[in-house]
Nanobody, 122 residues
């Protein structure tokens, strides 16, 4: 049972990246998938969360209109499409899962990917 987050990198301001969260050993179908980010010295914050159970996706206010979550059921993967990236988006990004519903609390997610670095800089 494993989650892998990957796809980070260095991008210029205004650029785009697509992060992937791939699951193995279990299916993401019945899980809410959250995306989080963390910078050194700060708490991990929720960026977005998609719940098929609720039929909804939630976004941090600062990323609304720029970030989009999507699922590929066949590939058992969830994506975070990030556009119009800003230096403030620089962080290590993680994906995590919990049953059915999204939650704002990192403590309520029980499976975590290893994190992928996103750096937005000119």
């Amino acid at each position: 049972v494993q989650l892998q987050a990957f796809g980070g990198g260095l991008v210029q301001p205004g650029g785009s990246l697509r992060l992937s969260c791939a699951a193995s050993g279990f299916t993401l179908y019945n899980f809410a998938v959250g995306w989080f980010r963390q910078v050194p010295g700060k708490e991990r914050e929720g960026v977005a969360c998609n719940s098929r159970h609720e039929g909804s996706t939630y976004y941090l206010d600062s990323v609304k209109g720029r970030f989009t979550v999507s699922r590929d059921t066949a590939k058992n993967t969830v994506y975070l499409e990030m556009n119009s990236l800003e230096p403030e988006d620089t962080a290590v990004y993680y994906c995590a899962t919990r049953r059915n519903h999204c939650s704002r609390s990192v403590l309520e997610y029980d499976k975590w990917g290893q994190g992928t670095q996103v750096t937005v800089s000119s």
